[in-house]
């Protein structure tokens, strides 16, 4: 079987997705995003971060497509606008977890435990 090589564009499209993903506060951020709507002032308290740091990774997320934003009266609500990232997020944490389990393993025998 022939495997063609990806487009130049979709890989320049992949490595965008890879880096708005790329910092572990806009995990945090997805995770409680994830759970439904949320304000800024919701997102801040929950993460434990300053408001101008919630406001910079929520305007990259934002501008990469993952979340969607909306405006009432004085308040910003952010939610998930593209779910496909949390398939992405379960495939990294299933790898990540027998990562963890061989490492776990490893460090057992060493240490005889």
Known sequence: MTQHPLPDDL???IA??????ADPTRIKLLDVLRRGEASVHE?????????????KH??????GGIVARR???NFVYYSIADE??????????????????????????????
């Not at 929520?58 to 501008?63: G, K, P, S």
């Not at 495939?91 to 435990?113: H, I, P, Q, Y």
């Open 43 to 55: 997102l801040r308290e929950t993460i434990g971060t300053t408001p101008q740091n919630v406001s």
């Open 58 to 63: 929520l305007a990259v997320l934002l501008h």
């Open 11 to 13: 890989i320049e499209l």
């Open 84 to 113: 496909g990232v949390f398939s992405l997020c379960e495939d990294v944490c299933g790898s990540l977890a027998e990562e963890l389990d061989s490492l776990r393993e490893v460090v057992g025998v060493v240490t005889g435990r």
């Open 16 to 21: 965008r997705r890879f880096r708005v993903l």
């Open 71 to 73: 405006k009432e009266g």
